[in-house]
């Protein structure tokens, strides 16, 4: 069956240290992936779209990788702050087409001062 | 303007009652979707339009009704819900369908409550 995975459902860190999220997927063949943030009571915020043709994708402190083989992207944020404490998901469109978006069950991320 | 209005923030409805939810954005984008999210669970897709035209409907019961007046306006009409449809109704829209190109924005959400 098609399942989406991200590492932890929790992850917590010292703040200044690199905070890295996986996200695996299983029986899709995603041609991109997506990262969003969300905060408690709020709507999931893009941060990132990386491509099956792209290695990698950087966005200031954000980095994250895309690899087909391990059928795993990894996310990754540098020199984490508090205000980075949030829950980030992965999501991939399931059919390609742009119409059946499926997220993963998510990471909830805590920077401890 | 990047933003997605839902309204009302918060909506408590028994059983019998016909509501609706609203939802609106003025960035010109042409699909926008309805998700539901239950506490601690990823957004689940419920809708989405594109052209105004219903372009999937993931198996959602016809106690929700989707509505699409016109680009930039997306309802969601909720008759008989029962207390297991209680969770945060999310809208999104994106420029066009082509997720590998386009993201989605997240408007702030409506927390529904069936009594």
């Known amino acids: 069956s098609q399942k989406i995975e991200q590492n932890s459902e929790a992850l917590n860190i010292q703040e200044g240290k690199t905070a890295t999220l996986t996200c695996n997927y299983t029986?899709?063949?995603?041609?991109?992936l997506q990262w969003y943030r969300q905060d408690p009571g709020r709507g999931p915020v893009f941060l990132l779209l990386?491509?099956?043709?792209?290695k990698e994708k950087r966005k200031e402190r954000l980095k994250v990788t895309f690899d087909t083989t391990l059928k795993q992207s990894l996310f990754h944020i540098t020199a984490s702050q508090p205000a980075d404490s949030a829950t980030y998901l992965c999501?991939?469109?399931?059919?390609?087409?742009?119409?059946?978006?499926?997220f993963g069950p998510g990471t909830r991320l805590s920077v401890l001062p | 303007d990047t933003e997605v209005t839902q309204t009302p923030k918060h909506l408590v409805m028994g059983m019998t009652n016909k509501k609706s939810l609203k939802c609106e954005q003025h960035?010109?984008?042409?699909?926008m979707y309805w998700y539901k999210q239950k506490a601690k669970k990823p957004p689940e897709l419920m809708f989405v339009?594109?052209?105004?035209?219903?372009?999937i409907n993931e198996s959602v019961p016809s106690r929700f009704s989707p509505e699409c007046p016109n680009s930039s306006l997306l309802n969601l009409h909720l008759h008989a819900l029962q207390p297991e449809d209680s969770a945060l109704y999310l809208c999104?829209?994106?420029?066009?369908?082509?997720?590998?190109?386009?993201?989605?924005?997240f408007g702030p959400g409506t927390r529904l409550t069936v009594t």
């Open positions: 999104a829209s994106s420029q066009e369908l082509l997720a590998s190109l386009y993201e989605q924005y």
């Open positions: 029986n899709y063949s995603p041609a991109y």
């Open positions: 990386i491509r099956e043709n792209e």
């Open positions: 999501a991939l469109d399931s059919d390609n087409y742009g119409q059946n978006f499926v």
């Open positions: 960035m010109g984008h042409r699909a």
């Open positions: 339009y594109s052209y105004e035209k219903l372009s």
